[in-house]
């Protein structure tokens, strides 16, 4: 079964930077295109990017453009999500998803929080 595992998340101040990982296992990770997601208390969970199976390709929501970078690493069967120039509104806790629509496999999440 698809395992999710995400890390690297914590306490920031604005304008600081994280870089957020998550271990897949479980299926064939680079036949996958792969999602990032995020979810602030009491508010719907949020597509954040997207990379595909190769890497070669990549979405974000418009509000994390030019500050977010996803990327994959196939040999080690991980996203990454870097996160620059980090804004409150950026607060919550982010999960990495398979991109399939049928599955509902999530991981733990990790919690990324803005503050001064």
């Known amino acids: 079964q698809v395992q999710l595992v995400e890390s690297g998340g914590g306490l920031v101040q604005p304008g600081g930077s994280l870089r957020l990982s998550c271990a897949a296992s479980g299926f064939i990770f680079r036949a996958y295109g792969m999602r990032w997601y995020r979810q602030a208390p009491g508010k719907e969970r949020e597509w954040v990017a997207t990379?595909?199976?190769?890497?070669?390709?990549?979405n974000y929501v418009d509000s994390v453009k030019g500050r977010f970078t996803i990327s994959r690493d196939n040999a080690k069967n991980t996203v990454y999500l870097q996160m620059n120039s980090l804004k409150p509104d950026d607060t919550g806790v982010y999960y990495c998803?398979?991109?399939?629509?049928?599955?509902?496999?999530w991981g733990q999440g990790t919690q990324v929080t803005v503050s001064s």
């Open positions: 990379i595909d199976s190769t890497g070669r390709r990549t």
């Open positions: 998803h398979i991109d399939v629509r049928e599955s509902d496999a």
